[in-house]
């Protein structure tokens, strides 16, 4: 696997490395050394799937509060997505930024999404599916959004949503000391 730093201190895009011969291909996805290695949050206790029936599906942006703060990786194993994440550390010199990164099944890319990030995405294809490793147990209390049209992010999106859920069209925006 190859780490890319992005350019929000501890999230990284993380690319197999495929190795082809006439059956198709082999690629590890995880290596909990390789992860450690680089001082990333790698205890997976939950894995989640999301299937996307419409191109322009809109998910996000969701995290948990602690002490359930919550570091994912995600990765989309059909279709393809506009993956988003958003720095919310407090104290952080990247806070209030954001990062997006086109992940899809082809191009077999993950985003390490540390704790503290909100993360979202929306689709590019009919029919994506994105499977998340996530470091914390589910907690209802804990979970939080920020709309994903905040006008302080500026986030550029690739194209507006044509699905989203009830639930993200009403999550807040940031306050001005968020």
């Not at 690319?15 to 082809?20: A, F, G, K, L, N």
């Not at 198709?24 to 949050?41: Q, V, W």
């Not at 009919?126 to 049209?149: K, L, N």
Request: proline share 5%.
């Amino acid at each position: 696997m190859r780490f890319l730093e992005t350019k929000l201190r501890g999230a990284f895009v993380v690319e197999v490395e495929r190795i082809d011969d006439e059956r198709g291909f082999f690629a590890r996805t995880f290596s909990r050394d390789e992860f450690a290695a680089r001082g990333l949050k790698a205890d997976f206790v939950q894995c989640s799937v999301s299937y996307n029936a419409l191109q322009g599906t809109l998910r996000g942006l969701h995290y948990q509060t602690p002490p359930h703060a919550e570091a994912k990786l995600v990765r989309c194993v059909r279709g393809a997505i506009h993956d988003v994440i958003v720095d919310l550390r407090s104290g952080s010199p990247t806070r209030r930024q954001w990062f997006g990164v086109e992940l899809t099944a082809d191009n077999g890319r993950m985003l390490y999404v540390p704790e503290g990030f909100a993360h979202g995405f929306v689709t590019l294809a009919d029919g994506s599916e994105v499977y998340y490793q996530i470091t914390a147990y589910y907690q209802a209390e804990s979970a939080r959004g920020v709309r994903w049209d905040d006008p302080s992010l500026d986030i550029a999106w690739p194209m507006p949503p044509v699905a989203m859920s009830e639930r993200d069209r009403r999550l807040p925006l940031l306050d001005a000391d968020a």
